[in-house]
């Protein structure tokens, strides 16, 4: 059987053949680009006269700072050079030929919207937009992550995961439940299941494993607030405002010393998105699980009114003491310790539409 090294290898020089390109969401966590080597890698096996193309959602310059996913992937043995990056191909050009197949998420990012036709397969575990019911297959399951998913699809096909696979989608599975932690609320059985079996090939335990990982994704050494805001990012068009989240993963606090004009950078980065709101969403352990929340709007007015919706839905918002300024020309920065840290960016989504 041919390694997921060689095929990622061949799916690159065979770039203008591409008959599938299997995509991840835009934020391109750990989890989508995994999962769209992996699943790219089932779909090969699986017909080798198709050419499919894992492309990564992001800039190759962006994949150094998601530090879990640079480790996860050197650990399985990846070559970088054989891993295609969004602003290294001609997407358009490859979809004049190419079908679409995504894997967690299940609705086209906006920029990609024309090419919902194109879909024709979904592997997700996010809230089921309905879309694409035609799709084959279409599994979208609450689940810890969609590498089980695509593990479940191996096994169900009786295709090996040989050991650098099982790297990728182990060290996938324990970021995301959390090292497959239940009080975490993320694990599932099935997670579980597939982690029993992927867990035995890998060269670490599963604690050295998960604390590995876990150690990159904290490790905010030498970021910008540009780039803290950039590393694990989405937007979306509501009917009136135009929204950006991201998910950085430190304290507010930390981060207003690490940069003493928090204000510029989130008006900086609101500017260059061409924002109307920017939320970072702030998550850390402390060793208990707490979230802050750092809201930039274009006006006071829109500031407050923005909170007083939210604090409506229950986020319990209070203000944190921060000596920090918080007008700018362009805008005005709140910044919050959020009490109920349940609502995370998967719930806050369905909130902010129905607020536009
Ligand atoms: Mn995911």
Sequence with gaps: MISIQSYLAEAKKHISDTGIVVIGNEAADLDSMASSLAYGYLLSLQDPRISVLPIMPIPRADFALRTEAVYVFKEACIDLNDVVFFDEVDFDKLMDNAKLVLVDHNKLASNLEKYNTRVVAVLDHHKDEGLYSAANPRIIETIGSTTSLVAGEFNRFNDEINRSLAVLIAGTILLDTVNL??????????????AAQVLPLCPLSQQEFFDNVQKEKFNVAGLSTNDLLRKDYKEWQFATMKCGIGS???????????????????????????????LSMNAYTNPGFHRDLVLFCKSKDAHDALVSYLQEKGLDLTPLDLPVQKQGDSGFVGFYKQGNPGVSRKKLQPLLADFS
Aim: net charge negative.
């Design 181 to 194: 932690d239940d009080e975490a609320g993320r694990v599932t059985e099935a997670d579980k299941e597939i």
């Design 248 to 278: 950085a993963l430190l304290p507010v606090s930390d981060w207003s010393e690490m940069d003493k004009d928090l204000a510029a950078g989130f008006a900086a980065f609101s500017k260059k998105q061409d924002l109307d709101v920017l």
